[in-house]
């Protein structure tokens, strides 16, 4: 684990801020990379002089911007009906799309903003967007306002609980001390996300039909 760590950590260094735009760009699209594992050690080679913090959240906005703008048009172009047919093959199953959808119907412009902090629509919400062709100056407001926080929130955070530990990529055991000194920070971020996760299923869970008359 901590040799799948210092690669990744190296890998994040070496890429530079095309690497983070790179990264988030894919986060935000239909690619499964977490904006937890960009950002973060991103922050971490921010401390240690490799980056600026303001830099990593302003790479890191960049990319998740190029992505869910790319999301849009793609959605847009190609309609509904392919991306119910085909969305399975490229992680996005029509259970996951109708939850976005749902969402999006719910809190219209707002929706967008709030997804870019949330599991679950946070890479999807650019599709429903595109199928109805939401205005794209509005959505790329949303869109730039709520990934700037977020990225900012998980900057932050990586800061906070690893970067100022130089030594934690040579020493899997001070690694193992950092994260148990810390370890209230790495749960309580667990425990938000784990939350939102729950809110965000109940909010996107499909309507229950209305009874019937007389029953």
């Known amino acids: 684990m901590h040799a799948f760590v210092v690669i990744w950590f190296q890998w994040v260094r070496d890429w530079g801020y095309p690497g983070i735009i790179l990264l988030m760009a894919m986060e935000s699209s239909i690619f499964p990379v977490p904006s937890e594992l960009v950002i973060p050690p991103a922050a971490y080679w921010a401390e ?4 600026s ?13 190029l992505g869910a703008a790319a999301t849009y048009w793609v959605a847009r172009w190609v309609g509904r009906p392919l991306v119910i047919r085909y969305g399975r093959y490229f992680f ?10 749902r969402w999006l119907a719910r809190y219209e412009a707002g929706s967008v903003f709030f997804a870019r902090l949330l599991p679950v629509v946070r890479h999807l919400i650019g599709i429903p967007a595109g199928l109805v062709r939401m205005n794209f100056t509005i959505y790329s407001v949303m869109t730039i306002i709520g990934s700037a926080i977020w990225c900012g929130i998980l900057a932050w955070f990586g800061a906070q609980v690893i970067g100022d530990q130089p030594q934690l990529l040579d020493n899997p055991s001070e690694m193992v001390n950092v994260l148990v000194s810390r370890f209230h920070w790495i749960a309580g971020l667990a425990l938000a996300l784990a939350i939102l996760y729950i809110l965000v299923m109940r909010l ?3 309507p229950q039909a209305a009874s019937e008359p007389g029953q």
């Open 48 to 51: 240690q002089g490799r980056y």
């Open 204 to 206: 996107t869970a499909k």
């Open 92 to 101: 996005v199953p029509e259970a996951k799309l109708l939850r976005a959808e």
């Open 53 to 65: 913090l303001w830099g990593v959240v302003l790479a890191g906005t960049v990319g998740s911007y």
